[in-house]
């Protein structure tokens, strides 16, 4: 049962690049700005997590996440501060673990770290790793994540790293861990490695109905209670947008979604968007996109069928304005998060 | 040949899912993962529940039909000799993400079914549920003469085969349009305005019709002359 109180909810950005009002593009440092930005009115909102992703492509505007998060840092208060997410696999997991622990001391322990293998590959190659290693890579370099998050010295050898032996890390946190997440595509090993390691779990649906992860989420408690590890409840990130005016709102998404789909898919081999894929998705699919009541209903409803702990929504697909990002942050906290815990609260008063 | 019996060498995302298709349409379904069955069983009690998770020759001796859904690049690690005789539904792609460099997993000269129909030379190979995103073929999958019903793309040499596996695809919910060129799985691969697209029996025919007009046929027809 969702425990309104406790509901948790996100906004994510990918740093996409901004655009102005005429349509030309802003600069990679402009968008950069504006996310700082953003990260302040989103914390004067009340909104509970900021998320920022880590991407090294000329359509994205942040490849090192946690420097961004400590420039929102200096400018709130109370939001965590969240990558989303750090490509573990073409990371050093030492690096990984001092960039977060200085973060948390910066913010008074708001950081949170999110691990994951990322949907992108162009840190391979960057960071002078192969491809055919990605799953040795993940799993390797969190089982040395996971030693170093214990804050105790250190004793580990494997494939991809030098070993380290009694070796201490610093800075230690406040609270003596970094709370930490693993981004989940979709693989059910993903979610069985997650429980295993005791770590929290957000699913990325970036395509198709929520409904289908119901069995998913099963799997994670039944693993976790399998391996007698904690049981959290699951965190879910998606992209959305949201306006004042319906219309207005799906016709902004569907330029800009299709156009971020449609720029990634040309790279991987995959069609276009067509309309009617982007209108399923916004109707009964993994697309929040309306008015502040219509993407309202569709989070609660997610929420309510996964049993969830927090809802990120991704903001900023594509080249959006600044009014129009601000505009749906600004909506997203004061209308569509006390809508959806209304909904929410009804809906338990109901049962 | 009725088929009652489903083999799926692959519990990854196309896996569960061709896996959760079957079941709803009543055949025996048996699954492996790489490895111990110990790591998928928890998975597929969860996800697939009624599918049987085993090993791969347990799935390969007791199939009337074998879909491969594992990664393209590590077809080799199943010994051809293991599925003789048998019709196997190919459903891989060349995917760089997960199969590396191009050139490290295929031969430039042909298209990937070719190859591994080469390579399991005593099976009968159809590429189908190649191109269709896993959660379309989750979602969508409709009973005969649905207006919201779907195509795949049905490929192979032998015509009894591909007419078997069209058949197959039908009760698992997808029209079916019909080559019978194993060569013509390109049509579909990663690059086609096919991969990842999901369409009505009407849109797919159309294209695959006219596919020498697309711009990745053109680009098929101009790398063959080379």
Redesign the interface.
Known sequence: MVNVNELEFGIETFGDIVANEDGSLKTAAESIRQIIHEGEIADQFGIDVIGVGEHHRPDYSVSSPETVLAAIAAVTKNIKLATAVTVLSSDDPVRVYERFATLDGLSNGRAQVMLGRGSF?ESFPLFGY???D?DDLFNEKLDLYNELRKEKPVTWSGKFRPALKNQEVYPKTENGELETYIGIG????S??RTARYGYKVILAII???AD?FK??I??YH??AK?LNMPEYPVAVHSHGFIADDEDKAIEVAFKNIKANFDRI?LT?????M?RE?FDNETQVGSFYVGNPETVAQRIARTVDLLDLGRFDLVYGAGNQTVAQRERMIELYATKVIPRVKEILQAKEAAK | MTIKRVGILG???VG?VLAGLALDAGYTVRISGSGDVK??A??I???VPGAIATENTDVIANSDIIILAIPL?RYQNIPAALLKGKLVIDAMNYW??????REEVLAPDTTSSEQVQAYFNTSTLVKTFNHM?Y??L??EAHAAGDPKRKALFVTGDEHTAVNEVAQFVDTLGFDQVVHYQLADGIMT??????????LSYTDLKDVIDHFDQTEFGKKIATAKKI
């Open positions: 590959t192969d491809l055919t990605y979709g693989s059910p090993e979610i069985i395509g198709g109905q289908r069995p998913y099963d799997l039944a693993a399998d898919g991987r081999g995959w069609a276009p067509s894929q | 519990a990854g995302k569960i790591k998928i928890l998975t009690k969860m996800l690049s760089w993400e997960t199969d590396g460099i995103g959660h379309n989750q979602e691969e990663p690059g086609s305005p096919l991969f990842g697209a999901s």
